[in-house]
């Protein structure tokens, strides 16, 4: 999609389009999630500090980020794809890889298939994306980065839309990219391939796999060499899981009060949790990351045996020993939860009677088992409460304030703080 967020605020609010916009935190210490063209005309983009943004354009148009609008929409968009092929890949909320080859027969050429599906968003949803088509996965998303519009000196380029790679034609539209086009090119890869003379893929296409795999490690260095020549086994897997899921928050101000961090992690983890019950998944893994006002960050782990875990309590147990390690002096600036190492939950296969409920005179280890039985059912009724009364008609006892609970969902405060805090 072409600048998916900005574009759903201006689809929403029409008096913002056609204005340099931000979307993101839009406090001083904000992130830019998203931007319109016509602010990054000035150098904003994604990623980059509000404050910074602001100084670049100080006429842009700030907005928070509503992730859950984003989402639905989202949602829409890929229901479109879906009638084209049933082999989607969600990426991202605003991109998606399709599968084709099996439409061909019924719906016509690549190129074909590709402009019906960009007019259908754009008529649909009244957004616009940009489609590239390719035979090798990776040469597809270059191909759509070269669809997309630009700012130009005469104004805004909107761009072709669809760009199509014909085979043959591959290797002349992949080497004249630099290396940092390439999946598993990062700055540390980037910097050591930069000192052999290695700047483009073409220039990496032409060193022996065995000096690439010298400069790089073996795994790397043949992956990398793999895709300098457009080869790349990887296909469409429309079952794709996430691998893991989180929430953090960055702070108007550097906290260092135990006891209120103590009621983040608690939030967040519930946020986790309910989250995890709703993908249909549980974690073993639960990871505390921590960032402080100088931007150094910390990560803590830890793996737990046994069931996995997918409820509010047991993920924000698992936290709160996390947090009790770490040093809160220098302030935390971010703060952050999240479960990985995913696997079905339990009870999704069948188990025997004796684990669920007590035996007349069931010793500890029965217990344990129905004590997990029972949070996970008070979890699915938290779940249908929220669904039908709302985020914040129920929660842990320790989010309750001032007869409300305390609740903020993931994208409420994604990209930072807001200017009002």
Avoid at 254 to 263: A, K
Avoid at 327 to 344: C, E, H, I, M
Wanted: net charge neutral.
């Amino acid at each position: 999609m072409d600048a998916f967020f900005a574009s759903v605020e201006a689809l929403d609010d029409p008096t913002l389009a056609g204005r340099p916009l931000v979307v993101g935190g839009t406090g001083k210490r904000g992130v830019v999630a998203s931007c319109s063209y016509e602010a990054r005309r000035y150098g904003v983009r994604s990623a980059m500090p509000s404050a910074v943004a602001r100084r670049l354009c100080p006429d842009a148009v700030f907005v928070p980020g509503r992730y859950e609008r984003y989402a639905e929409v989202s949602r829409r968009m890929h229901d479109i794809f879906r009638r084209w092929t049933p082999l989607v890949e969600g990426v991202s909320l605003d991109e998606a890889f399709l599968d084709v080859t099996g439409a061909l027969r019924l719906f016509g050429t690549p190129a074909g298939i590709a402009r019906a599906v960009r007019d259908s968003v754009a008529s649909e949803l009244g957004l616009s994306c940009s489609v590239g088509a390719a035979t090798v996965k990776f040469v597809a998303k270059l191909a759509s980065e070269a669809a997309k519009p630009r700012w130009g000196p005469a104004g805004l380029d909107p761009g072709p839309g669809v760009v199509v790679v014909e085979p043959e034609r591959t290797l002349e539209f992949l080497h004249p990219h630099p290396i940092s086009a390439l999946w598993g090119v990062g700055p540390a890869t980037g910097e050591r391939l930069a000192r052999l003379g290695i700047r483009t893929i073409g220039d990496l296409a032409g060193v022996p796999r065995e000096a690439l795999e010298s400069a790089v490690g073996r795994a790397h260095g043949s992956h990398l060499a793999d895709l300098a020549r457009g080869v790349d086994p990887r296909g469409v897997d429309p079952e794709r899981r996430v691998k893991s899921v989180g929430h953090e928050e960055t702070y108007p101000e550097d906290r260092r009060d135990r006891e209120g961090l103590h009621v983040e992690v608690v939030r967040m983890a519930d946020s986790v949790a309910s989250r995890l019950r709703s993908a249909g998944v549980a974690g073993r893994t639960v990871t505390l990351k921590i960032r402080y006002g100088d931007f150094t960050t910390r990560t803590r782990s830890v793996t737990v045996a046994g069931d996995p875990l997918d409820t509010g309590s047991a993920v924000a147990a698992a936290a709160l020993d996390l947090l009790a390690e770490v040093d809160l002096a220098p302030g935390v600036r971010l703060l952050g939860v999240s479960v990985s190492n995913l696997s079905p939950p339990a009870g999704s296969e069948p188990r025997q009677l004796e684990l669920e409920f007590p035996l007349p005179g069931g010793g500890p280890a029965a217990g344990v088992a129905v004590g997990a039985a029972r949070r996970r059912a008070a979890d699915a009724a938290l779940d249908e409460v929220r669904r039908r009364f709302g985020e914040g008609a129920a929660g842990p006892a320790a989010l309750l304030a001032g007869g409300q609970i305390r609740t903020r969902r993931p994208g409420e405060n994604q990209w930072g703080p807001s200017a009002s805090g």
